[in-house]
């Protein structure tokens, strides 16, 4: 399996620095999308399991459900600024505040595309009504959920949030839907992710959780504390993934939570780093999570 395993995390990390590094609509939705079927072939990687193929086949429609969102609002924006380089978009974003598109309604046609966008966000960063392929996605191996909910996938639609942050600023209403969504993600994902026995399963709610720290950020116009957080998250998550794919291997892959017990004695080094990453995670003082996380919630107040 090892060839085929480096061969998809390859796929991944050319199309992951395509999105982030893309000076152009286009070229960000390329990447876009190859992350998307990356992320695919990672989950599926397991494919005599059933699971995982459940998981796969939900991930992939999901997630195309914030393509239908993000591709048209591609679209309107070349169609109202004619180009589709950022830098051009941003420099003429003042000009067309009061433009409008009739269809069977009066819509203002900034406030329209970024909701367009704002639903592209949410079926990638697996937020409220987009959420259930993410803790699905855990039926991949452990290092791929580090990776994809860490550092590179679901962060995506936050950083594509903070990337368009120039456009985003005009229609007011556009930043109170992206507030509402990121709240209530924060704040229903950490209550469902108390429910769960599933020791991956716990942690994707909690990214998405986190996930909708930055989202709401974002909809409180500070897009730098966004991206500091998500920085900041992608450490110490990938330090709690590989902590849990290192318990469940001792543990025969055993992943249920009600199973075990008392392993701190038996995994002292893994016991140390899970602390380390529980507790950033939770914002306790001196640690990452402590700044980044804080200062949001002082923002918000």
Known sequence: HSPRFMCYLSILTFFMPMLVTGDNSLQLFLGWEGVGLASYLLIHFWFTRLQADKAATKAMPVNRVGDFGLAPGISGRFTL?????????????????????????????????CILLLIGAVGKSAQIGSHTWSPDAMEGPTPVSALIHAATMVT???FMIARC???????????????????????????????????????AYSTCSQLGYMIFACGISNYSVSVFHLMNHAFFKALLFLSAGSVIHAMSDEQDMRKRGGLASSFPLTYAMMLMGSLSLIGFPFLTGFYSKDVILELAY
């Open 156 to 158: 995506a639609g936050v």
């Open 165 to 203: 942050s120039p456009l985003f600023e005009y229609p007011p209403t556009a930043l109170i839907v992206i507030t509402s969504a990121g709240a209530t993600t924060s704040f229903l994902a950490a209550t469902t992710g108390i429910l769960q026995n599933d020791l991956k399963r716990v942690i």
């Open 81 to 113: 600024f004619q180009t589709v380089d950022f830098s051009t978009i941003f420099a003429r974003a003042s000009a067309p505040r009061n433009s409008w598109i009739s269809c069977n309604m009066r819509l203002n046609a900034i406030t329209l595309i």
